[in-house]
């Protein structure tokens, strides 16, 4: 009983030290795993410069993500859960780096276009808890800009049909088309799912172009970063570089019947990338879109573009390896940085292994039932296994380790001196004379000894034939008892073995469901 104790004493230490690491202690290993980018020959080029966290495709769940209604409970598990992993690694993972501006590129929904106004607005308020809106408040604001996502407007053969999601989108988020600063460095903000419309003449694909072109190229001092959410063209099974966990997805554009527009890309067309490009002449392009990492170099006349398309921050679309951005734009407009070069420079940063740490809670989960049910009732030393490596242990200790030579028992005697002719002492030792040894047989030991020898078989009485049944229904009938008493015995043996599995489990779980409901509540609820 001490043993099953110490056991599930054990595995309660287990699962805390599990549950503490997968629900907190993985985030802050995100969190001090990553840094703030800096490049020579500025040492403090973070606290110069504007630090700003980049974020790609929440896609939060919802009633098209599953084809469940939204009343299901594996729904709403779903959601739940998805939401929790977000906020965790939002809370824990990038606000504790303190950027001065949060940046999203789109896809802030999954259903966004498909969603009515009622379900729009309930996926509206998750967003804003989840990446801690609501408290903006009550906390110092820092700057949050918004790009558009496929799954926020969708394509332009949807909205040139349904324009009131993109009033809808307009209302809450801003403009599509805009452009910041931050430091010396501006932003240029695109909706990319206008750009190729089928339509050409379509209304909201003007307007994007002509935001486009309203921009110069700019002051050399002002670099630009381009902002797009659907990423720029390449060519198919181009190299995405080592943070890709995904196969390379090519070229994809499907059009809708009567030029009515696109109703899927993945990629921007070559002609619409290259005339960005030479419009804006940006020195770094952001995207999203993809779910996965990505990185290329797009050559262009004026010079390489690098283009990061970032990974989604969800665990559930599809990447395992859920990350963010941090970029570093400056220096900041200030009288010190004058004399300093304009730049930007960022660093890929991965989250929690979400699913891995689920894996994990399920094996561990298995391993606790198979210690429970099959850890002996004496602990390991009652194992004939055991005892025969202990004793061999033993052997081998006491064969390397053992500085004194066992006595022989032949050495212990007595001995007396004689001496020899010449007068010289010597011990020599004395005769012992030994017990003799019990025989078992009956041979005689010496002259006038009396043997007594069995009776004769032919003075043996035979049993009586009805003496003979009764002997054998006496032992038929002490058989049955015994294997009767065996059979309880082993129900009984499993029924304590069941009884005290399923106490240890319920040890177990009332020192650790309380911690890790605390845990949920405690990253769930505002501060």
Sequence with gaps: MQSATRLTLLLCAAWAATV???????????????????????????????????????????STSLGLPSSSVALQAAEFYTDLNMRRSFQSAILPF??????????????????????????????????????????????IYYLSGNHDIGYSAFFSVHPEVLG???????????????????????????????AKKSKERSSSWEFVKSLSPGNASHPKVLLTHIPLYRPDNTPCGPYR?????????????LDQGIT?????????????????????????????????????????????????????????????????????????????????????????????IYIWYICQFALT?????????????????????????????????????????????????????????????????KAPSASSDSRAIGRGSVVARAAAGKHQLEPDSSILVEMGSEMTSEDGAK??????????????????????IVVIAALNVPLYMMLLFKDWIDH
């Design 369 to 433: 039932i198979l210690l429970l049910v099959f850890w002996p009732t004496n602990g390991l030393g009652s194992l004939p296994c055991m005892n025969t490596f202990i004793g061999f242990m033993r052997s081998v200790g006491a064969e390397l380790f053992s500085r004194t030579k066992e006595k022989n028992d032949e050495d212990d005697g007595e001995y007396e001196m004689v001496f020899d002719a010449e007068g010289s002492m010597h011990l020599v030792k004395k005769a012992v004379a």
């Design 483 to 504: 294997l009767a008493r065996t059979s309880k015995s082993k129900v009984r043996k499993v029924l304590q073995r069941l009884f005290r599995v399923i106490q240890s």
């Design 20 to 62: 503490l690491y997968g629900e907190m202690g993985a985030y802050w290993a995100s969190y001090l795993a990553c840094s703030w980018p800096s490049s020579p020959p500025y040492s403090s080029l973070p606290n110069n410069h504007v630090k700003i966290a980049v974020v790609a495709d929440p896609q939060l769940m919802d």
């Design 245 to 257: 966990s995904s196969p390379i997805i090519n070229q994809r554009v499907s059009y809708a019947a």
């Design 264 to 356: 899927y890309q993945n990629y921007l067309t070559k002609e619409t990338s290259d005339l960005l490009l030479s419009l804006l002449k940006p020195v770094l392009v952001l995207s999203g879109h993809d779910h996965d990492q990505c990185t290329v170099v797009h050559s262009t006349p004026f010079g390489p573009v690098t283009e990061h398309t970032l990974g989604t921050i969800s665990w559930q679309q599809g990447n395992l390896y859920p990350s963010f951005m941090l970029l570093s734009a400056g220096p900041k407009l200030s009288p010190n940085s004058t004399d300093m070069k304009p730049e930007v420079v960022t660093n890929l940063c991965f989250l929690p292994k979400q699913t891995h």
């Design 168 to 198: 809808r989108y307009e209302k809450e988020f801003g403009s599509r088309n805009y452009q910041f600063s931050a430091g010396k460095v501006d932003f240029v903000v695109i909706d990319a799912q206008t750009l190729d419309a089928g």
């Design 98 to 143: 303190k950027p001065d501006v949060v940046l999203f590129l789109g896809d802030h929904f999954d259903g966004g276009p498909y969603l009515s106004d009622e379900e729009w607005q309930e996926s509206l308020f998750r967003f804003k808890h989840i990446f801690s809106l609501n408290e903006q408040r009550s906390k110092p604001h820092v700057p």
